[in-house]
């Protein structure tokens, strides 16, 4: 799995020059590439010193967007020059960290740079693959994020688990050696979705509102996901068993807009645990609220609560996260 890790940088003397010259170049790049975008000549070739190869797919996403507002005539077209300027970046993917870093130029020139990095992301990241390094700025300061890339580390667990994400509830967690948890904050979430895909469709509301609401939305994701995460350690869980979305069928109008959101959180949580070494499959959902964990009959849940000839009695969605658990 990949991460970055951001952190200062302090170049000095010609590495300064030569990070301020590749940003210089890198936005006359981008002003030659829209000029030729706009002359319909977009097939020129832009011809760089310093900035690196890397940097190309920047530059073609950041001058075709520029043009983009031009055509169309947005009134944030004055603005996008600037912004665009102060969000220009390159790749280095020729690189090395030691006590400094050392960044070699397109044309095979060494410079090196002092940094500062907590002991945590040091450790972090001397201990993965170094993939490629950003340099960009911000409020006059220099900055550089790594892309590293980790070998998980495997889980010392030894259950399967399955875990069932809805609606009412937004994750319902089933383990192997009996343990059932519940995860709270289904009501603030419905409200949250609803409020988002109002607030979308809406034009005249502002764009910092519509942030605010996704960010809410988003930081409660990334908390239910790490819940369930720290529950999967705790609980020795090897592998977890989780729907495939694919098989799912959203008839209802309000679930197909929300689909995006049972996404999201999936995301999340798969993410989370593939860093902790947790293995995740995703398994066919079908018919997994009503089959009877027990003994294989089909039942329909009433009121949420799941009864069996058999005996067995259940919340619905433990039942179906005990289902997936055994597929
Ligand atoms: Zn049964």
């Known amino acids: 799995m990949y991460r970055t890790y951001t952190f200062p940088i302090y170049p000095q003397n010609e590495t300064k020059q030569f990070i301020d010259d590749t940003f210089e170049e890198l936005h006359s790049l981008i002003v030659q590439q829209v000029s030729n975008d706009l002359k319909l000549e977009s097939n ?7 900035v690196p190869m890397s940097s190309n797919r920047h530059i073609y996403s950041l001058s075709s967007m520029i043009v983009k507002h031009k055509r169309y005539g947005y009134d944030q077209f004055q603005n996008l020059f600037i912004k665009q300027k102060k969000h220009a970046y390159f790749h280095f993917v020729n690189f090395t960290i030691s006590s400094e870093i ?17 002991e945590y992301v040091k450790t972090r990241v001397l201990s993965g693959h170094l993939v490629s390094i950003k340099i960009f700025k911000k409020n006059q300061k220099y900055l550089a994020s790594v892309l590293i890339k980790h070998k998980p580390s495997a889980s010392s ?27 709270k904050g289904g009501k603030i979430r419905r409200y949250l979705i609803s409020k988002q895909i109002s607030l979308l469709k809406d034009s005249k509301i502002q764009l910092t509102q519509k942030l605010k609401v996704s960010r809410k939305l988003k930081n409660l994701d990334h908390k239910i996901s790490s819940m369930i995460v720290k529950d999967l350690i705790k609980l020795n869980v090897k592998q977890l068993n989780i ?64 009864s069996c000839v058999c005996g067995y009695q259940h919340h619905r969605d433990v039942v179906g996260a005990t289902n997936i658990m055994n597929r």
């Open 44 to 50: 020129k070739i832009v011809k760089a010193k310093n």
């Open 102 to 118: 050392s960044l070699r130029s397109r044309n095979g020139k060494l410079f090196k740079t002092p940094y500062r990095m907590t």
């Open 157 to 183: 667990g030894e259950y399967k688990a399955g875990l069932d994400i809805g609606i009412k509830v937004p994750a319902v967690l089933s383990t192997e050696n009996g343990s059932i948890r519940f995860y």
């Open 243 to 306: 729907e495939d979305l694919k098989y799912i069928q959203l008839n209802k109008t309000a679930q197909l807009q929300s689909s995006w959101s049972y996404e999201r959180l999936q995301r999340f949580i798969i993410y989370k645990c593939e860093s902790t070494g947790i293995e995740v499959k995703k398994v066919d959902p079908r018919f997994t609220s009503r089959l009877c964990p027990k003994c294989k009959r089909h039942n329909q849940a009433y009121k949420r609560i799941y």
